[in-house]
Nanobody
Framework: QVQLVESGGGLVQAGGSLRLSCAAS????????MGWFRQAPGKEREFVAA????????YYADSVKGRFTISRDNAKNTVYLQMNSLKPEDTAVYYC?????????????WGQGTLVTVSS
């Protein structure tokens, strides 16, 4: 059974940084595109970033480009999201998943996510 466990969220002031982690289990994800999404209160879940299986290619939503960095460690079956220069509008629950690319469709059930709150 595939399980995705996100962690690393918290409360941070605007301009601060956080590093999120996503530990995947139940299968090997090294051959998959992996991605991060977020869902703010009252809004739809939206794409944030994705990374190719090798880590050689990355993709970002315009809203986070230049501030967020996605990376992965295939040996640990873990994906990371380094978030810098955080803004109040980055407040959301953040989720990870394996993706069907380039459709950006999630392949597995969503985990519980990790809450990021950015205060102004």
């Amino acid at each position: 059974q595939v399980q995705l466990v996100e962690s690393g969220g918290g409360l941070v002031q605007a301009g601060g940084s956080l590093r999120l982690s996503c530990a995947a289990s139940g299968r090997t994800f090294s051959s998959y595109v992996m991605g991060w999404f977020r869902q703010a209160p009252g809004k739809e879940r939206e794409f944030v970033a994705a990374i190719s299986w090798s880590g050689g290619s990355t993709y970002y939503a315009d809203s986070v480009k230049g501030r967020f960095t996605i990376s992965r460690d295939n040996a640990k079956n873990t994906v990371y999201l380094q978030m810098n220069s955080l803004k109040p509008e980055d407040t959301a629950v953040y989720y990870c998943n394996a993706l069907r690319w380039p459709e950006v469709n999630a392949l597995y059930a969503w985990g519980q996510g990790t809450l990021v709150t950015v205060s102004s």
